[in-house]
């Protein structure tokens, strides 16, 4: 294609951009930086051009608008007027096109139609205003900042300019926080902004706590709207006291009037999961509630529930879980992936919801095949699994897993193999650090950046570490115990990016191989392990700001090679080995109380596996537990096992009664555990490698608990 083609083609194409009705952006001849390269062709007479408007053009229409040079309009509101092109104007706003281009009526004798459409004067819009949608018109950007985004959004979807609102709703949904996502609600239902406004309503949701505690419209709602907040499945909240008392203040606003409407409120509480002292105290023996008719039946319900009065009866039919028990559906989950177990590594993803308490199988492995002693790091919706063993390898390998589309692809390798590899995420990118390789004990560490999908090598650590952990904590990386080819270490290090050098702190009061730490309010925790003699249900924390180590309470299992992660304010400790056996068993730490509380175990036992967070799936409800409605029976079902084996065992028969099986419910919860299973110790298995287990069967009847905090807490 000769020259002289190319620029009519590119004359053409700005011509029909120049009156199109588009929000894109405005071309003129000779605006547009094109390269005969961006020309292709389809046919003999077609062709495809593919360009922007430069910026520079963008500035020097802007630059002529203001100098009032070749503008052919004014526009006028209250307090000023402003020359302007029409047909910039008219390009990305079908209100202006019609304006402009629209004949009308002259306005004064002996003027014609054709002038009169050359001024347009709008009303109600301030002149500050319409300077940021000139700008917006001409440059494609504009100043918005608090003050001035409610206006502007109005103003602009008044004028028909998509990429203006666009650009408000985004800088809302910004801005939003627990003082003012109600009112951005309301806003953006009265101006039928329905995306805004679902965000605004997920934040409320999700930061539900923070909202109560500080946002005064949120009391200041309508009876059905705050009743769908409230009995949203959705509400983020651990614990169902808080809903309550928020209902309580809502009522106080207004009590003659609202508190008329208690018992319709206490149906959208999950009254069966609150704490029994706030049930009883704050709910049960409330003026609002002892006034009301429609409120007993409830109580009686939940009293029923909370003392479990149909449970134990082992000839009812099946049970399902009432409204008032349903938990609700959570904002985040664990994911735990990988490990070892049964001699061999798996590749079995499980997830944790931690409503209902229950371990749930995704089937989504990884086709490249298993991995354990491996590390993991969450971005965004994506998980990515660094190094590892799978019993015959050691990977330098590295797998990410989307959780939105449930598809694994290969990135870039790292420069070393790394087994037992600590791994942390900070500001955007993967630190994999220390490990060993199949041969050495490693101090090196090395950084990848999603962006580039490359790793590169960085400052080493002060000391060579196998199977340690790594969390960030403010800025840093701290790198917490493991193995140096010759002793369980008890030292720690940070790194600080800003520095790039990794600097030593105090040594933690324990030797810990095998160790998981994460970043919890401010502090770093460090739990279990195996100090060159035994498992560990020990843990402590490290204060940066003291720069102390400080025992928390010991763990009900001890345990080495496990998932530690956080969700709902809490610290859970996932599987493991205990010394004697691969365990499945889930505990949470409760930093109020300073105690470790029993949680529903895995489906699958195993050690050497990674336990993540992640938050916001727009999928959630692809990685909860379904069958919501079956808890109750579920629970039951395990407690009427329990109590036939524990019978059978002291009485030598097989045939026990319902009157001896409800006896034993009522008794100890927690079956005995009698699975055995031998593993090697983390000396041993950094030497030659993990090894086949032998194992007995686990007694597949442990308790099962219903899914609430309540219910931990009860059981525990």
């Keep these: 294609?000769?020259?002289?083609?190319?620029?009519?083609?590119?004359?053409?194409?700005?011509?029909?951009?120049?009156?199109?009705?588009?929000?894109?952006?405005?071309?003129?001849?000779?605006?547009?930086?094109?390269?005969?390269?961006?020309?292709?062709?389809?046919?003999?007479?077609?062709?495809?051009?593919?360009?922007?408007?430069?910026?520079?053009?963008?500035?020097?229409?802007?630059?002529?608008?203001?100098?009032?040079?070749?503008?052919?309009?004014?526009?006028?509101?209250?307090?000023?007027?402003?020359?302007?092109?029409?047909?910039?104007?008219?390009?990305?706003?079908?209100?202006?096109?019609?304006?402009?281009?629209?004949?009308?009526?002259?306005?004064?004798?002996?003027?014609?139609?054709?002038?009169?459409?050359?001024?347009?004067?709008?009303?109600?819009?301030?002149?500050?205003?319409?300077?940021?949608?000139?700008?917006?018109?001409?440059?494609?950007?504009?100043?918005?900042?608090?003050?001035?985004?409610?206006?502007?959004?109005?103003?602009?979807?008044?004028?028909?300019?998509?990429?203006?609102?666009?650009?408000?709703?985004?800088?809302?949904?910004?801005?939003?926080?627990?003082?003012?996502?109600?009112?951005?609600?309301?806003f953006a239902r009265f101006r039928f902004l329905n995306d805004l406004y679902a965000k605004a309503r997920n934040y409320l949701l999700r930061h539900f706590i923070e909202v109560a505690s500080k946002n005064k419209d949120l009391l200041q709602m309508n009876l059905k709207?705050?009743?769908?907040?409230?009995?949203?499945?959705?509400?983020?909240?651990?614990?169902?006291?808080?809903?309550?008392?928020?209902?309580?203040?809502?009522?106080?606003?207004?009590?003659?009037?609202?508190?008329?409407?208690?018992?319709?409120?206490?149906?959208?509480?999950?009254?069966?999961?609150?704490?029994?002292?706030?049930?009883?105290?704050?709910?049960?023996?409330?003026?609002?509630?002892?006034?009301?008719?429609?409120?007993?039946?409830?109580?009686?319900?939940?009293?029923?529930?909370?003392?479990?009065?149909?449970?134990?009866?082992?000839?009812?039919?099946?049970?399902?879980?009432?409204?008032?028990?349903?938990?609700?559906?959570?904002?985040?989950?664990?994911?735990?992936?990988?490990?070892?177990?049964?001699?061999?590594?798996?590749?079995?993803?499980?997830?944790?919801?931690?409503?209902?308490?229950?371990?749930?199988?995704?089937?989504?492995?990884?086709?490249?095949?298993?991995?354990?002693?491996?590390?993991?790091?969450?971005?965004?919706?994506?998980?990515?699994?660094?190094?590892?063993?799978?019993?015959?390898?050691?990977?330098?390998?590295?797998?990410?897993f989307d959780a939105i589309k449930k598809t694994w692809k290969e990135v870039a390798p790292m420069h070393s193999r790394r087994c037992y590899v600590s791994v942390a995420e900070l500001n955007g990118l993967i630190y994999a650090i220390g490990g060993y390789d199949g041969h050495n004990r490693l101090n090196t560490v090395e950084r990848y950046n999603p962006a580039t999908n490359q790793w590169s090598v960085i400052t080493p650590m002060n000391m060579q570490r196998s199977d340690a952990s790594a969390c960030t904590l403010n800025g840093k990386i701290y790198a917490t115990g493991g193995f140096n080819g010759q002793e369980c270490l008890d030292s720690a290090e940070f790194y600080d990016p800003n520095t790039n050098v990794w600097t030593r702190i105090p040594n933690m009061n324990q030797r810990r191989s095998g160790v998981s730490c994460v970043a919890f309010r401010g502090q770093v925790y460090v739990v279990g392990g195996f100090n060159g003699t035994s498992r560990l249900a020990t843990g402590e924390r490290y204060n940066p700001d003291t720069q102390t180590w400080t025992f928390i309470r010991e763990m009900n299992h001890s345990r080495s090679n496990f998932g530690l992660e956080i969700i709902d304010d809490m610290i859970f400790a996932i599987a493991g080995f205990n010394g004697v056996s691969t365990i499945s068993h889930t505990e949470c730490y409760v930093p109020e109380t300073d105690e470790w509380m029993e949680a529903t175990d895995m489906n699958i036992i195993r050690s050497a596996l990674t336990a993540n967070n992640v938050a916001g799936l727009p999928n959630i409800r692809d990685y909860i537990h379904k069958e919501r409605d079956r808890l109750m029976e579920e629970r039951r079902q395990r407690l009427l096992a329990n109590a036939m084996v524990r019978d059978e065992r002291m009485n030598g028969s097989s045939n026990a009664s319902v009157e001896t099986v409800q006896d034993s419910i009522m008794e100890d919860y927690e079956s005995p555990n009698e699975?055995?299973?031998?593993?090697?110790?983390?000396?041993?298995?950094?030497?030659?490698?993990?090894?086949?287990?032998?194992?007995r069967f686990r007694n597949p009847i442990r308790t099962q608990r219903i899914g609430s905090h309540h219910e931990i807490r009860r059981r525990a």
């Design 675 to 695: 699975h055995d299973e031998n593993e090697l110790s983390d000396e041993e298995e950094h030497v030659i490698g993990p090894r086949p287990e032998n194992r």
């Design 225 to 400: 709207d705050f009743y769908d907040v409230i009995n949203d499945d959705e509400l983020n909240t651990r614990e169902e006291d808080n809903v309550w008392k928020l209902c309580v203040k809502w009522i106080d606003q207004d009590p003659e009037n609202r508190k008329q409407h208690v018992a319709q409120l206490m149906q959208g509480v999950r009254l069966g999961l609150m704490t029994p002292k706030c049930f009883m105290e704050e709910v049960k023996e409330h003026p609002y509630v002892l006034q009301s008719d429609e409120a007993k039946p409830l109580i009686v319900e939940t009293f029923k529930f909370m003392y479990d009065l149909d449970i134990i009866n082992p000839t009812s039919g099946e049970l399902t879980t009432p409204p008032l028990a349903m938990p609700r559906l959570p904002h985040e989950v664990i994911f735990a992936i990988g490990g070892w177990s049964g001699g061999t590594s798996k590749a079995c993803i499980e997830t944790y919801d931690t409503r209902a308490d229950r371990w749930v199988n995704i089937p989504a492995e990884d086709p490249a095949g298993p991995r354990a002693y491996h590390g993991t790091a969450v971005i965004g919706y994506k998980i990515y699994a660094i190094g590892g063993y799978d019993g015959l390898e050691y990977f330098n390998t590295c797998r990410v």
């Design 1 to 186: 294609m000769n020259r002289e083609r190319v620029n009519a083609v590119i004359h053409h194409h700005h011509q029909h951009n120049a009156i199109a009705n588009n929000d894109e952006g405005v071309l003129s001849d000779g605006d547009m930086d094109v390269d005969v390269e961006d020309v292709g062709v389809e046919k003999e007479d077609e062709q495809i051009l593919v360009g922007t408007v430069s910026e520079q053009a963008l500035q020097t229409l802007n630059e002529l608008r203001c100098s009032n040079l070749l503008c052919d309009a004014v526009i006028s509101v209250t307090d000023g007027s402003f020359n302007v092109h029409r047909a910039i104007m008219s390009a990305c706003s079908p209100y202006f096109r019609a304006q402009f281009t629209t004949t009308g009526e002259a306005t004064n004798k002996g003027s014609n139609a054709e002038s009169n459409n050359h001024h347009v004067h709008i009303p109600g819009i301030s002149s500050s205003i319409m300077e940021e949608i000139i700008n917006y018109a001409y440059l494609r950007k504009c100043s918005i900042n608090a003050d001035n985004v409610h206006q502007l959004l109005i103003s602009a979807d008044y004028v028909g300019i998509s990429g203006l609102v666009k650009m408000c709703k985004q800088y809302l949904a910004q801005m939003l926080t627990a003082e003012n996502c109600v009112s951005i609600m309301g």
